[in-house]
């Protein structure tokens, strides 16, 4: 087998490989630096660059690169709104290729000018030929459901032929199938550049490219959605702490570990006190701003190692890693006094306090219904002793 054949089957079988991204993978982060690698890798690019919309900040914002300098694409932040060349891709859809000095400042401060854009796009877009009721059945195009005309060399736009490339984008921007498009339908976009070399960017590399962009734009979007229903099985929906199931799960697993291992941690159960009255005064939607405000009150008051959960109603469990009774009881006071001190204007500056269980492994038990069970007790004595305290058994 020849030189070149051997060429060819490698990069078929990188290309089978950036492919299976759409059918293998859901966790995001793989998605996108197998991607930005097999771009480089296949096609030879000199630099490529990735960039996601951030729809909440308004924003293209750069995320990873291969052959820029380190930090210079997760440094740009392009406003969706502006007018900046990265912007274009993602309403029309259509890869933009260019060789001219850059003005844009964004491609200026990335030094690129013979480069080009390619949409990565989350939604399947129409075909041209279904919005416009084509009937040029000799066009490549036509009737191929996943290809938009312009990533098929030799189609026509009614009896015109789009071979180049310009003239197909000038044909675009007055179709009603671009017409309707907004940056709603894309993740992002992917800069590929060939400044150093000099070397050409073929239609080709970017017509297959965009294809594949297309296909890994759909990637993108089913591990997002992949991603959030995690979460949500494991948040609780209110305060976006972990919920009971997952918090139990957890314990489970640090007794087993404590068990075989060794090691210590701590457990502590907290309650609202008077939570029954913060609702019948001031309605439960104030209830819940409350319940939020405690959420981030705890949050704030752990550690990066720990763990907080709302529990159940207005009561939340934390998990104190590598703790023994004396810190756990310190911890603890802590989260107590910054509970007491808060301000919280929806109930007229009244404050909230909460009480306090704690239990600590070996000290108090080696099981986990032994632990919850002693946490639990010592919370509600908490209670009965005044409130607005920690206890310990």
């Not at 104190?320 to 929806?346: F, G, H, S, V, Y």
Request: aromatic content about 8%.
């Amino acid at each position: 087998m020849s030189d070149i054949e051997n060429a060819q089957d490698s990069k078929e079988l990188a290309l089978l490989e950036m492919l299976s991204l759409v059918y293998e993978e859901m966790d995001l982060d793989t998605i996108e630096e197998r991607f930005v690698n097999l771009t480089a890798d296949i096609f030879g690019f000199d630099r490529v660059g990735l960039f996601f919309v951030k729809h909440r900040k308004g924003v293209l914002q750069g995320k990873l690169c291969k052959g820029f300098d380190p930090g210079i694409i997760s440094s740009l932040e392009i406003p969706l709104n502006g007018k900046s060349i990265f912007i274009k891709p993602l309403i029309t859809g259509f890869p933009l290729i260019s060789s001219e000095e850059p003005t844009d400042p964004h491609t200026q401060k990335l030094g690129i000018h013979d480069f080009a854009l390619i949409p990565i796009v989350n939604k399947k877009r129409l075909s041209c030929w279904q919005i416009k009721k084509c009937t040029k059945a000799d066009c490549p195009a036509y009737g191929k459901k996943w290809l938009r005309c312009w990533l098929v060399p030799g189609t026509k736009c009614g009896n015109i032929p789009l071979d180049d490339c310009d003239r197909k984008e000038e044909m675009c921007r007055e179709c009603e199938v671009f017409a309707k498009q907004d940056s709603d339908t894309a993740e992002g976009v992917i800069v590929v550049d060939n400044s150093t070399s000099k070397k050409p960017i073929a239609m080709e590399s970017i017509t297959l490219l965009s294809i594949v962009a297309h296909a890994v734009g759909g990637a993108i979007c089913n591990a997002k959605v992949y991603s959030r229903t995690l979460r949500e099985s494991i948040r609780d929906e209110l305060t976006e702490l972990y919920n009971r199931r997952f918090f139990n799960e957890r314990l489970v697993d640090e007794v087993d570990r404590a068990r075989r291992y060794g090691g210590i941690f701590s457990l502590l159960f907290c309650d609202i006190d008077h939570f029954k009255e913060v609702n019948d005064t001031f309605g439960h939607p104030t209830g819940d701003k409350v319940l939020v405000r405690i959420a981030n009150i705890l949050r704030e008051n752990i550690r990066s190692s720990d763990m907080v959960a709302r529990y159940g109603g207005e009561e939340f469990t934390i998990l104190l890693l590598n703790t023994d009774k004396n810190l756990a009881r310190t911890l603890a006071e802590q989260i107590c006094r910054a509970i007491a001190a808060a301000m919280i204007p929806e109930i007229d500056g009244r404050q909230v306090t909460v009480s306090i269980g704690l239990a600590t492994f070996n000290d108090d038990s080696i099981s986990f219904e032994g632990l919850m069970a002693k946490a639990d007790r010592a919370m509600y004595l908490a209670k009965n002793k005044g409130r607005n305290q920690v206890i310990a058994l």
